[in-house]
């Protein structure tokens, strides 16, 4: 299938966007596709003080000198997350502009920022992306710390997304890598999907899946392109994450394209982890979060799971309460200390339903490792495209050490209400099993 014919495809099953350009020159569309969608109504362009100058200041004049209303804001910092403070700020220049349409010009946070501030004033918007960076640009919903704690808001994708390449493709390799890495993280992702399908707690959804899975492997196959600045590799890993966003708003969810290798990054925004003084960036966080997940599927692939005691594993299981009790114990010094006990109290399950989904996985466990084992890659496949496309592969490289890494675990497994493979681990009685090794001797992050 060419790239037309996949993104025709993923339009035909998106819900919010309607246009999806790529190519070089693709922002000079910008007027006509604001007139197309917004008649009548005065252009906001939001950047920050890199994407202003990367493209935002060439968008501000063309709309102009085109007859389009045009107004800006730029944000005055040098590094920042997506955060709530952040969006009441956008919030006010559309509050302060009425019939203004935002134009986000910028990377992950700047649009996830406008795709939040424009729902909240019943509006859709456009995007004009500066970097293959994330999968946010086309995703329903926007990734927010709110409160202490790292949110994913409702929210509707843009209607439209111009993505000139020769912008993308001369980003700061960084954040190309970034993206690579957050592109990667739907292999182990969709890992955990399958998992969560086969025990009954969240079915595939057969667009959703097919729009960026079948062809997954082919955008992740040249890092050593995407490192070089080669424009067609890095379109590549471009499409594959507007896919991947078009893949969530057809699911109505981010669950096919994220799970636990997503959580990692998650706590170290909320914990507001810095490396050399420096915040680090979604994509490197998520490298590092994918690698693990690897590797813990490697564990699981070790084992069978066709032996597994039912009966004992059902007795051992915890009670609501005491679940309760440990995630409070687990993250009382937590930025959000009732984050786990709120997460488990939704995803929780009693007895029976423990039994039923550990008999199934006993009677079919040659099956679904089978199937497990055509989706994930080993943990040494992935660190070796992680360090041909310039992606950390080592926890240090971000500047986490592995003692922190290993302590996170608990709280990973707790701290989102969407099943995981730790709780899988959990219920079978083998979470020790698939987390233990990868810290002990000859682990992939031995300690």
């Not at 890199?50 to 000198?65: F, K, Q």
């Not at 952040?86 to 919030?91: A, F, I, L, Q, S």
């Not at 990377?107 to 994330?134: F, M, R």
């Not at 039994?355 to 679904?368: C, D, I, S, V």
């Amino acid at each position: 299938m060419t790239s037309k014919e996949r993104i025709d495809f993923a339009l035909s099953i998106s819900t919010d966007t309607k246009l999806f350009e790529m190519g070089p020159g693709a922002y000079r569309k910008a007027p006509a596709v604001f007139r197309e969608y917004f008649p009548g109504k005065t252009a906001l362009i939001i950047a920050d003080v890199h994407t202003w100058p990367a493209l935002g200041e060439r968008v501000y004049d063309l709309m102009l000198s085109e007859g389009v209303p045009t107004l800006k804001f730029i944000i005055m910092e040098e590094e920042f997350h997506a955060e709530w403070k952040y969006v009441e700020m956008v919030d006010a220049q559309l509050d302060a502009n009425p019939g203004a349409v935002l134009v986000s010009v910028g990377s992950g946070v700047i649009n996830d920022l406008c795709k939040l501030s424009s729902h909240h004033h019943g509006q859709s918007y456009l995007t004009l992306p500066t970097a293959a960076s994330v999968d946010g640009y086309s995703s329903f919903g926007a990734s927010i710390t709110y409160q202490g704690a790292k949110q994913t808001f409702s929210c509707p994708a843009p209607v439209a997304i111009l993505a000139d390449i020769d912008v993308i493709a001369a980003a700061p390799k960084e954040m190309t890598a970034a993206g690579y890495a957050d592109l990667a993280a739907k292999v182990p992702a969709g890992g955990e999907w399958m998992v969560a399908d086969f025990v009954g707690k969240a079915p595939l959804h057969h667009d959703a899946w097919h729009v960026l899975q079948d062809y997954l492997d082919d955008f992740l196959s040249n890092p050593e392109g995407v490192a070089a600045g080669d424009p067609t590799a890095i379109a590549d890993v471009f499409e594959g994450l507007t896919l991947s966003g078009i893949a969530m708003q057809a699911a109505r969810s981010s669950r096919p394209a994220s799970c636990c290798d997503h959580l990692f990054s998650h706590i170290l925004d909320m914990t507001e982890h810095r490396y050399k003084g420096k915040l680090q960036s979604h994509g490197f966080q998520v490298a590092i979060g994918t690698l693990t997940m690897c590797a813990v599927f490697d564990e699981l692939f070790k084992l069978d799971l066709s032996g597994i005691d039912v009966d004992a594993c059902v007795a051992a299981w915890p009670t609501l309460e005491q679940e309760q009790a440990r995630a409070l114990e687990l993250f009382k010094d937590f930025p959000a200390p009732r984050l786990g006990y709120d997460e488990i109290t939704k995803k929780y399950d009693g007895p029976d339903v423990i039994r039923e989904q550990l008999t199934k996985l006993k009677a079919e466990w040659p099956e679904l490792k089978a199937r497990l084992q055509g989706q994930v890659y080993s943990f040494s496949k992935m660190q070796q495209l992680f360090k041909a496309a310039g992606a950390p592969y080592d926890p240090s490289q971000i500047g986490l050490s592995r003692e922190r890494l290993r302590d996170m675990f608990p709280l990973v497994q707790l701290m989102r209400f969407r099943f995981n493979l730790l709780d899988l681990g959990k219920r079978g009685g083998f979470y020790d099993a698939i987390v233990d090794p990868l810290f002990a001797k000859g682990g992939a992050f031995e300690i």
